[in-house]
């Protein structure tokens, strides 16, 4: 027998001995399988080495556990945890999840607008522009006999330049002017905010979504996105070849079309402000409208409307006049009616669902620049609108407001302009409803509600203002994919 191989009792006696350092304080191990494994010795011949069984309690954890009043001295002496079957860790502390902490809910008070003195209390309000340069501001006020009577609120030159484009989103105007610049203006405080210096050409087209963003187009081919809660360019697209005639933004807010003298439709997609697709035309699009369900759209030509479907972008109507002449501006009324004006000062309704012409309005003494439309309840002796808007005895009324060359801008009940006419007399109807001479030359106008009289009316519409916070939300989280993708895409 060799002298260096020591017996097997031997090894094993001094390695049973060794205390266990994977046993933790308070808990029993379960039995752990032995590992044995296999060495060579000097001499070559295999000699078996044994792991020890850890069994019982940690003779240096209980110690540590009487110093400490019996309690495990974890925070003195870091003990590592030995891990069983399938990754359990064996003695680790267990710790139980505490329930979650409802938040209290805090209602906000709700703030009160003060009406500062001088403030009218007008039914609706028109701003019209003008060749002279000269923003003109209009209130209009029912009378008993259901007629406007119209007052004047401002009158300034707001540009170097003849103003060609304007639109009004919440309290927020904006104008566009052959000096290549938009203006900006609170209604509401009825202060300037500034001028933004985007483009490189004449500002042809503007409109808003709601209240948060504006879109513009001008001669120099671009598109702009601006966010209006702090006026900043989130997006300049370009994909036109030419000057953009005009802008429409789909009622959701998502998509965008755009005409330009290029003879082509594009769709933009405003989420990540590309350029989605692009169709050629037979002629020059002077001016594009989505209905108001969102469903379809129009496009003004020179002597044609082409009516579209949105589903297929085929062409599912076209409306002509009887007799030859030029086709200045167009509205949607609701998704029944297109109203068209003319160069030969006239204004004519047609049906969408069959092109027929349905009345023509009469009392222009120059060709048609503008049409816009407004819906405002019938509340002659009242200052505000607030208890009567939602409520059936309330009536609304939908009302056209035209201007023209002659420098006049005429209002027109809708409910009459749409009436079926009995004969051919009713076909041309001189009824209007308010009249107001400017002495310039209109080129574009908006319509908004009045101010004051209406504050508050929007939060009665039952989820209305919750729709209005999600739908900032929603357009704030995707401001950031507009303003990062490219400014310019191909065809």
């Known amino acids: 027998m060799d002298k260096n191989k020591k017996p097997l009792k031997s090894a094993l006696k001094k390695t049973s001995s060794a205390p266990s350092a994977t046993a933790t304080a308070s808990t029993k191990r379960k039995h752990t399988p032995t590992v044995s494994t296999s060495t060579k010795n000097n001499n070559g011949n295999k000699r078996a080495k044994v792991e020890p069984k850890t069994t019982g309690k940690n003779s240096n954890s209980n110690n540590s556990n009487k110093k400490n009043g019996g309690k495990n001295n974890l925070a003195t002496k870091a003990v590592r945890p030995a891990k069983g079957k399938k990754g359990v860790t064996i003695g680790a502390p267990i710790t139980k999840k505490s329930a979650p902490v409802k938040k209290a809910v805090i209602n906000k008070p709700k703030k009160v607008e003060v009406i500062p003195e001088g403030s009218t209390f007008e039914d609706f309000r028109i701003v019209a522009g003008t060749y002279e340069n000269i923003l003109y501001g209009v209130d209009a006020y029912w009378n008993e006999d259901m007629t406007l009577r119209l007052a004047p609120v401002f009158i300034f030159p707001a540009h170097i330049g003849c103003i060609k484009s304007l639109a009004i989103g919440s309290n927020f105007l904006a104008s566009g002017s052959t000096d290549e610049k938009i203006q900006l203006y609170d209604l509401k405080r009825r202060k300037e905010l500034g001028s933004m210096l985007q483009h490189q050409g004449t500002i042809t087209s503007l409109t808003f979504h ?75 699009g002077l001016k594009v409208l989505w ?29 002509k006049p009887t007799k030859k002449t030029r086709m200045n501006t167009m509205a949607y009324y609701k998704d029944d009616y297109l109203i068209v004006g003319y160069e030969d000062k006239m204004i004519r309704v047609y049906s969408t669902s069959t092109g027929d012409l349905i009345k023509t309005l009469v009392g222009h003494a120059s060709r048609i620049k503008a049409l816009d439309l407004v819906t405002v309840p019938y509340t002659p002796d009242e200052t505000s609108n607030k208890g009567f808007v939602g409520r059936p005895e309330t009536k609304m009324v939908d009302i056209l407001t035209s201007g023209s060359s002659d420098g006049i801008l005429l209002m027109w009940n809708l409910e009459d302009a749409v009436a079926p006419a009995a004969n051919a007399e009713e076909m041309n109807t001189k009824k209007h409803i308010g009249e107001h001479k400017t002495d310039m030359r209109v080129t574009c106008l908006a319509v908004q509600k009045g101010i004051w009289k209406n504050s508050g009316v929007e939060a009665i519409a039952a989820g209305e203002e919750q729709d209005e916070e999600t739908e900032d939300e929603q357009l ?10 490219d400014s310019e895409d191909d065809e």
Not at 237 to 247: F, R
Not at 295 to 319: H, N, P, S, W
């Open 210 to 284: 709601g209240k948060t963003h504006m879109l513009s187009g001008s001669e120099d081919g671009k598109i702009c996105v601006w966010r209006s809660k702090d006026w900043e360019c989130l997006k300049s697209m370009k994909g036109h070849q030419a000057a953009v005639h005009s802008i429409a933004i789909h009622p959701s807010g998502k998509i965008a079309l755009s005409v330009s003298v290029d003879h082509s439709v594009r769709v933009w997609n405003l989420l990540l402000g590309k350029q989605a697709s692009m169709t050629r035309l037979q002629g020059e």
């Open 291 to 319: 209905n108001p369900s969102g469903t379809g759209y129009a496009i003004m030509f020179d002597q044609e409307v082409g009516l579209y479907d949105m589903a297929t972008a085929k062409c599912i109507r076209t409306i």
């Open 476 to 485: 704030g989280e995707n401001e950031d994919e507009v303003s990062g993708g």
